[in-house]
Every structure is written in C-alpha cells, then in structure tokens.
C-alpha cells in the first residue's frame, strides 16, 4: 500500500511563512494526483491545493498567490510553500495521493497522518 508521511508544520506569526513537504512510499504503480487539504477545528476539510503528475495546479481561492505547491515525481514527493500565513490558515494539514499500488488495482485516495500548522502571534 501507498505510505505518505508529512513534515514541515509548526508555530509561526502572521505574514510569515512555512513549507509542508509529504513523501510518499510503499507498493506504488501511479500516482495521478497529488495534494493537501486542512481541517481546522469545527470544520470540514477542504483543499488547499493539488497538483497532477503533468504539473497541472489547482488552489483554493483563499491561498491563490501566498501558497505554492511543487512536486517531485522522481522522488514522489509533494510540497506546499505558505507564504504570507495568516490565524486563518491554523489548521491540520493532510498530504494527500490519488495513487494505484499496482496496474491491478483502481485508484484509491491516501492519506498522511496530518501535520498542525498554527499561526499566531
């Protein structure tokens, strides 16, 4: 099975930054998409940003021009740069992978433990 194991989170102040990054590992034969989401307390988790083996990126409108997401497919890793951080963005970051662990198997959604990230001041 797919493995993803996140690092990066923490405390910081508001207008600073931080970089989440998540490697994935294990039985992999593809992986089509590549993303985080958050949870912040009280709520649902959503998206904050994906992007597909082709490069091809998706944003939520909230972190459209502070957040940047990059990925490595030779390493199969994914990193989420958060620039400009606000009290907001507080939350529990989840790496997430759209991935077959083998040509046998239809895709299926991963995910990584979480990682929190807090900002305040």
């Known amino acids: 099975q797919v493995q993803l194991v996140e690092s990066g989170g923490g405390l910081v102040q508001p207008g600073g930054s931080l970089r989440l990054s998540c490697a994935a590992s294990?039985?992999?034969?593809?992986?089509?998409?590549m993303g985080w989401y958050r949870q912040a307390p009280g709520k649902q988790r959503e998206l904050v940003a994906a992007?597909?083996?082709?490069?091809?990126?998706n944003y939520a409108d909230s972190v459209k021009g502070r957040f940047t997401i990059s990925r490595d497919n030779a390493k199969i890793t994914v990193n989420l740069q958060m620039n400009s951080l606000k009290p907001e963005d507080t939350a529990v970051y989840y790496c997430?992978?759209?991935?077959?662990?083998?040509?046998?198997?239809?895709?299926?959604?991963?995910w990584g433990q979480g990682t929190q990230v807090t900002v305040s001041s």
């Open positions: 992007i597909t083996s082709g490069g091809s990126t």
């Open positions: 294990g039985t992999i034969f593809s992986i089509a998409s």
């Open positions: 997430n992978a759209e991935a077959r662990p083998t040509r046998w198997e239809r895709q299926h959604d991963y």
